[in-house]
C-alpha cells in the first residue's frame, strides 16, 4: 500500500513539474512554437513521459 502511494506521489509530482514547465515556455514562446520535446526537456524528463500523462499540447 505504501508503494502505491508512494508511486502516486511521484506521478503527482512528474505531473506538476511538466505543467510548470510548459507555463515557463508559454512565458517567453508562443503556443505555436512550443514542442512537447522542448517540453519534456524543460522538464528534464523523457517526450514519452509527457505522452504518459498528456495526449498532445492541447491537452496541457
Known amino acids: 500500500m505504501e508503494d502505491n502511494c508512494m508511486s502516486n506521489l511521484s506521478q503527482q509530482r512528474t505531473k506538476k513539474i511538466i505543467l510548470e514547465s510548459f507555463g515557463e515556455l508559454l512565458a517567453i514562446k508562443r503556443f ?25 499540447k492541447y491537452d496541457l
Open 32 to 56: 505555436s512554437e512550443i514542442t512537447m520535446t522542448e517540453i519534456a526537456a524543460k522538464a528534464l524528463v523523457h517526450r514519452n513521459t509527457v505522452y504518459k500523462y498528456f495526449n498532445d
